[in-house]
């Protein structure tokens, strides 16, 4: 089973800086990578897949890139908006789908 | 617009049996495979089904095999979650989520729906 290790834990930014979030695979996950925004009482909401692909309707602040296990989600500038918990997925052979542990965006 | 309506999420005792429903919406429904997660508040989501666009291929996480059963009615749009033998760490919010074709990926997730496991 591959494990995704998120970090920060926690990232405490303001409006308008850049966010940085990571997500390392235990084993490479090829491009079988995506990210999810989750906000209080709300679904997981698709950002990226296929590591740097934006999902419909989400703006081009975000981006994702890399490759094998290293995998990052950038937010360019943040919109008060983008202040959430950010998940990394894998889509594997088992279990079909695995999450991180999550990477709180909060406001600085 | 795709929308995607989970029910069914109430407390119920330990052992207890429940049946939750999802009911799609604006989009072809039997071109696509669908998934359960749950997830426990402040916890990452954790998938726990798959069903195939005819329903002939089930999966399921080693948590739930054996006491969860899915399967969907195409020609109602709907998927359902068949929760047997419920335990106190079944409690969560119940998920239904559609994979987007050719990535791999859960691309519409519904609202969700409460599952409090509880004597």
């Known amino acids: 089973e591959i494990v995704l290790t998120q970090s920060p834990v926690t990232l405490s930014l303001s409006p308008g800086e850049r966010a940085t979030l990571s997500c390392r695979a235990s084993q490479s996950v090829s491009t079988y990578l995506a990210w999810y925004q989750q906000k209080p009482g709300q679904a997981p909401r698709l950002l990226i897949y296929?590591?740097?692909n934006r999902a419909s309707g989400i703006p081009d602040r975000f981006s994702g890139s890399g490759s094998g296990t290293d995998f990052t989600l950038t937010i360019s500038s943040l919109e008060p908006e983008d202040f959430a918990v950010y998940y990394c997925?894998?889509?594997?052979?088992?279990?079909?789908?695995?999450f991180g542990q999550g990477t709180k965006l909060e406001i600085k | 617009e795709v929308q995607l309506v989970e029910s069914g999420g109430r407390l119920i005792q330990p052992g207890g049996s429940l049946r939750l429903s999802c009911a799609a919406s604006?989009?072809?429904?039997?071109?696509?495979?669908l998934n359960w997660v749950r997830q426990v508040p402040g916890r990452r989501p954790e998938w726990i089904s798959f069903?195939?666009?005819?329903?002939?291929?089930?999966y399921y996480a080693d948590s739930v095999k054996g006491r969860f059963t899915v399967s969907r009615d195409n020609a109602k749009n709907s998927v359902y979650l068949q929760m047997d033998s419920l335990r106190t760490e079944d409690t969560a919010i119940y998920f239904c989520?559609?994979?987007?074709?050719?990535?791999?990926?859960?691309?519409?997730w519904g609202q969700g729906t409460l599952v409090t496991v509880s004597s």
């Open positions: 604006g989009f072809t429904f039997s071109h696509y495979t």
């Open positions: 296929d590591v740097s």
């Open positions: 997925q894998h889509r594997g052979d088992w279990p079909l789908y695995s």
């Open positions: 069903i195939s666009r005819t329903g002939t291929a089930t």
């Open positions: 989520a559609r994979d987007r074709v050719g990535s791999t990926a859960l691309d519409y």
